[in-house]
């Protein structure tokens, strides 16, 4: 059984920075990608960090580039989000994704419905 456990959430203020993990166990094998996703309450999840998991290409969306960092432990098979210079707008349950058994595009590094297994989230907020 594969899963996902993430950590590191909490409360900052604007300006501050956490740093987020993801423990992937349950897998004899290595995921195709990963990635982080987020959302707040009547809004859709939003792809925020994706990594290819071989390669280590990484993808952003326009919202952290500059900002986030995505890296893997491929020992420790532990994926972390690296977030600086936060502001309110970063407020949101954070999500850890792997996806297993299929391939991997540019073009859907950061879409939702493309992963196949999710942790539970961890809440970051952030106030001015």
């Known amino acids: 059984q594969i899963q996902l456990v993430e950590s590191g959430g909490g409360s900052v203020q604007a300006g501050g920075s956490l740093r987020l993990a993801c423990d992937v166990s349950?897998?004899?094998?290595?995921?195709?990608?990963v990635a982080w996703f987020r959302q707040v309450p009547g809004k859709e999840r939003e792809g925020v960090a994706s990594?290819?998991?071989?390669?280590?290409?990484?993808a952003y969306s326009d919202s952290v580039k500059g900002r986030f960092t995505i890296s893997q432990d491929n020992v420790k098979n532990t994926i972390y989000l690296q977030m600086s210079g936060l502001k309110p707008e970063d407020t949101a349950m954070y999500y850890c994704?792997?996806?297993?058994?299929?391939?991997?595009?540019?073009?859907?590094?950061?879409?939702?419905?493309?992963?196949?297994?999710w942790g539970k989230g961890t809440q970051v907020t952030v106030s001015s």
């Open positions: 994704a792997a996806r297993f058994g299929s391939v991997c595009s540019d073009y859907d590094v950061l879409l939702a419905h493309t992963y196949n297994y």
């Open positions: 349950g897998s004899t094998y290595n995921s195709n990608c």
């Open positions: 990594a290819y998991t071989s390669s280590g290409k990484t």
